[in-house]
């Protein structure tokens, strides 16, 4: 059983920055591939990116690439995802998930999740 507790939402404008983390309780985090995702009203689920185990594989959904990063510290049992360079369209509710095997695209694969946090950017 994983519990996952995700903040550092908030509005900023466009061009701007923003950190979200999330915090798992829990044992052996490192088993587990963590991801973020995001939900915008009227709009279905997005995976934004994913990190494995131990941090070493990665994957960014197109429209993040270059802008996003995910890192975790298995040692703290977080996961991050550093935003630059915010757009309106990233406006959204983000929760960090987790899975028990490497499959990033399979996002049922996730079965844990973090309540999420709201992140708007303003244009």
């Known amino acids: 059983q994983v519990q996952l507790n995700d903040s550092g939402g908030g509005t900023v404008q466009a061009g701007g920055s923003l950190r979200l983390s999330c915090v798992a309780s829990?044992?052996?985090?490192?088993?587990?591939?963590m991801g973020w995702f995001r939900q915008a009203p009227g709009k279905e689920r997005e995976r934004v990116a994913a990190?494995?185990?131990?941090?070493?594989?990665?994957e960014y959904a197109d429209s993040v690439k270059g802008r996003f990063t995910i890192l975790r510290r298995n040692s703290k049992n977080t996961v991050s995802l550093q935003m630059y360079n915010l757009a309106p369209g990233d406006t959204a509710v983000y929760h960090c998930?987790?899975?028990?095997?490497?499959?990033?695209?399979?996002?049922?694969?996730?079965?844990?999740w973090g309540q999420g946090t709201q992140v708007t950017v303003s244009s």
């Open positions: 998930a987790a899975s028990p095997i490497w499959a990033p695209k399979n996002d049922s694969a996730f079965v844990y």
């Open positions: 829990g044992r052996a985090f490192s088993n587990y591939v």
């Open positions: 990190i494995s185990g131990r941090g070493g594989f990665t």
